[in-house]
């Protein structure tokens, strides 16, 4: 938007197959934020657009490190990329562990491009997200396939986000802006 605090600075992802969800923006707004309720609700027009939508505050990198695991510091280097959203509810008891889990490198044949990982603050009914891109649909597969034989090492992989989370779901989605 035209007062956005960090303007340029996010990422609209639209669902390929997952969630309910049709599109996630990722939006930096800096090291605080402020929301003021402005008294003008939206006219009946843009509010009948949707049927939900959800709003969720949360900490991750700072917006270099974000762009460039997203591939947004080269548009020409993410062209065609793949992204995979996800998000986790630790288990009780399991939070560190589960972050410990989600922030492992990139496994034996994982084709991963980049990826983050952000944290909760405020909002949705899960602890993390995490964006992972791959550099096309070829990457994502080969990463897939790759993956099964890592499915059930001990405390990593597959195997150890759930050992330490009670929900998550993954939806694979392609970037439309910017």
Do not use: C
Not at 44 to 55: F, I, S
Not at 75 to 101: C, Q, T, W
Not at 146 to 159: C, E, F, R
């Amino acid at each position: 938007g035209p007062n956005a605090a960090m303007p340029g600075h996010y990422i609209v992802l639209r669902h390929q197959s997952g969630a309910e969800w049709d599109y996630a923006v990722i939006e930096h707004l800096g090291t605080k934020a402020t929301v003021e309720a402005t008294g003008n609700p939206a006219a009946a027009a843009v509010r009948d657009l949707n049927a939900w939508h959800g709003d969720t505050f949360v900490n991750g990198p700072a917006w270099p490190e974000f762009a460039k695991a997203m591939g947004l510091d080269d548009p020409a280097k993410s062209a065609g990329s793949v992204y995979v959203v996800a998000v986790f509810r630790a288990a009780p008891g399991h939070r560190d562990d589960l972050e410990k889990s989600l922030g492992q490198p990139p496994g034996k044949g994982d084709t991963l491009a980049g990826s983050v990982l952000l944290q909760h603050l405020e909002g949705g009914p899960w602890t993390y997200l995490t964006v992972a891109r791959y550099a096309s649909w070829a990457d994502f597969a080969t990463s897939q396939k790759n993956s099964v034989a890592d499915t059930l090492k001990p405390d990593g992989g597959w195997i150890g986000v759930r050992n330490h989370s009670d929900f998550h779901n993954d939806t694979v989605t392609d970037r439309i802006q910017p």
